[in-house]
């Protein structure tokens, strides 16, 4: 990530995202199937920093709740078993 979003917080995102997930941090990091985390330079919305994309949807200005609410409910629609 860049300077926007890493003096805003997103590599704390980052180690927090993964540990939802259960999964290490090595660039490209699969879990159960359903998610695919990747670690991107800038996302072009530093205004916006920190900065997450979940499929084609970018969220700006995001911490630990809204990823964990992100995850929660794409947990829920990807995955019917975790409903
Ligand atoms: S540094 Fe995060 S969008 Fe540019």
Redesign the pocket.
């Known amino acids: 990530?860049?300077?926007?979003?890493?003096i805003r917080g997103?590599s704390e995102n980052y180690k927090f995202l993964l540990n939802l997930l259960g999964i290490k941090p090595n660039g490209r990091t699969f879990t159960d199937g359903l998610f695919i985390v990747l670690k991107v330079?800038?996302?072009?919305?530093?205004s916006?920093?920190?900065?997450i994309k979940v499929n084609d949807e970018v969220y700006g200005k995001v911490g630990f709740n809204e990823i964990r609410t992100s995850y929660r409910s794409r947990a829920k629609v990807d995955n019917p078993k975790s409903r």
């Open positions: 990530m860049s300077t926007a979003c890493y997103n330079r800038c996302l072009g919305c530093c916006l920093a920190p900065v």
